[in-house]
């Protein structure tokens, strides 16, 4: 494996961080981080809100069921083919602030449907907003992050995204707790739960889409973004806002190496030749990984996952909120960890695990041994994604496009992890009613050896390095 070539003419850490007014650069961050909750919770809420709405809308097909769960998907893929073009004309700050008005929006759309059709149309304008903030918010971080404080600050983006689904999963089992533990369908329809009770679960996300607005409204523009616009000035301003003159004049020389004025971003087709294809085929095999993995159908299906176990209704969302709590937790790790460790090593060290682990889950399942097993083996998987491919797939993606293409690289890998996810959510419901849940799981288990392969091959460690450094690297 080669190594990535360092910067020459960089200064030593210690000068650097000495200059690093870090607490300018961690409030931006954080600010942009505020679109990774919103994604996070609107992701995941639907999963504690389906033995409602599914009663309701009175939806009983395996494909049906498919399509009510990913149906968002196709808004993620909307958002994420547009947010690089977007970006690049509008700027990240504006399509950010763009992005919390359409979580706002949407969420209060989804909480009125009266019918699925409604249902449906507005769940697809809130996956519009996910697929911006996934790619936007995490690309945002790393481009005005210091290139020793960035493998925290955009693994903060993945804790934010997990703050988010914890709040989801608290919200549902506050709101399904009162259920009785064996209510029926007919039951459930009728409750305060069945019939408003999960229209709440949705609309609250207007409050953090709205402090979202906010925050972005006094962060500033990504200076590399201002920089491949020519405006030099704005883009020293902030970039010496984040460490000091010397930190702007040493970076700003730095992006301009990489960056031609005036030249147009290269096309898709262009992303594909010899000069820029090896980052790009990485990102989207990196991208599919993450989804293909399987921990996603945990999150989305957990009411099949556990009961399936033994579980009935209101020991399954308890269930889910320890498994949130577990992400939470891990993910905290995860920043402790991932500019220490490396990206690499706890790539293969998180595929490698679940491996192992979903091949546990297949037995427990195949064998019929139920209840704690499986919540153990489930909450396990949940710790050892948090820890690993969670954030630091998000790191990677953010840190190995070079600046000329990084936010059309960003989109391509990130339309092909939402079609990765759509893939992965609508077959669910049909895998699981012909293969059953062990043969799902084995499979999971096969896809993440695969995983482990390629990163042990194609991955580079980018850890304590400048973007343009790794753009050294391709080169």
Excluded at 176 to 188: D, R, V
Excluded at 306 to 311: D, E, L, N, V
């Amino acid at each position: 494996m080669m190594p990535v070539p360092a910067a020459s003419s960089a200064p030593s850490a210690p000068a650097i961080a000495e200059a690093l007014n870090q607490t300018y650069v961690w409030g931006i961050s954080l600010a942009a981080a505020l679109g990774a909750l919103l994604f996070g919770y609107d992701w995941v809420v639907i999963g504690g809100a389906k033995p409602f709405y599914e009663p309701y809308f009175q939806i009983h097909s395996p494909a049906r069921q498919g399509w009510a769960m990913s149906c968002a998907l196709v808004g993620c893929l909307l958002g994420s083919i547009a947010s690089g073009v977007l970006s690049d004309r509008f700027g990240r700050k504006r399509m950010l602030i763009i992005a919390g008005f359409t979580f706002a929006i949407s969420s209060l759309g989804t909480g009125l449907a009266h019918s699925f059709p409604e249902f449906v149309a507005w769940r697809i304008a809130g996956g519009l907003g996910i697929g911006l903030a996934s790619i936007l918010s995490p690309m945002y971080i790393a481009e005005v992050a210091p290139a020793e404080l960035r493998g925290k600050l955009v693994a903060s983006n993945q804790l934010a995204i997990v703050i988010g689904i914890v709040l989801a999963q608290v919200m549902n089992w506050l709101i399904g707790k009162p259920l009785a533990p064996n209510a029926t369908w007919l039951q459930i329809r009728q409750s305060w739960d069945g019939q408003l009770g999960w229209r709440w679960m949705f609309a609250v996300t207007a409050i953090p889409a709205s402090l979202f607005i906010v925050a972005m409204f006094f962060a500033p523009e990504s200076p590399r973004w201002l920089a491949r616009k020519g405006l030099r000035a704005r883009s020293e301003r902030i970039l010496s806002n984040i460490g000091g003159e010397a930190y702007s004049a040493r970076v700003f020389a730095e992006i301009e190496e990489t960056l031609t004025h005036g030249a147009p971003e290269p096309g898709l087709r262009e992303l594909f030749k010899r000069r820029y294809a090896r980052p790009v085929f990485l990102g989207i095999g990196l991208a599919v990984l993450q989804q293909w993995c399987g921990i996603n159908v945990i999150f989305n299906y957990a009411q099949e996952v556990f009961t399936a176990a033994g579980y009935n209704l209101s020991s399954m969302l308890f269930n889910i909120m320890v498994t949130g709590f577990v992400t939470l937790i891990f993910t905290v790790a995860a920043i402790a960890t991932v500019d220490g460790l490396g990206r690499r090593a706890l790539m293969l060290a998180g595929c490698g695990g679940l491996a192992v682990l979903y091949v546990g889950v297949g037995a427990a399942y195949y064998f019929h041994v139920h209840g704690f097993v499986i919540l153990l083996l489930v909450a396990a998987a949940i710790a050892c994604y948090s820890m690993t491919l969670a954030p630091v797939t998000w790191v990677l993606l953010s840190e190995i496009f070079p600046n000329k293409i990084r936010s059309t690289g960003m989109s391509v890998a990130t339309t092909f992890l939402w079609s990765a996810c759509f893939v992965l959510t609508y077959t669910f419901p049909i895998l699981n009613q012909s293969l059953g849940s062990a043969r799902i799981f084995w499979l999971y288990a096969l896809i993440c050896l695969l995983g482990f392969g390629i990163i042990f091959k194609w991955v580079p460690e980018t850890k304590g390095r400048t973007l343009e450094a790794i753009e050294g690297f391709w080169k």
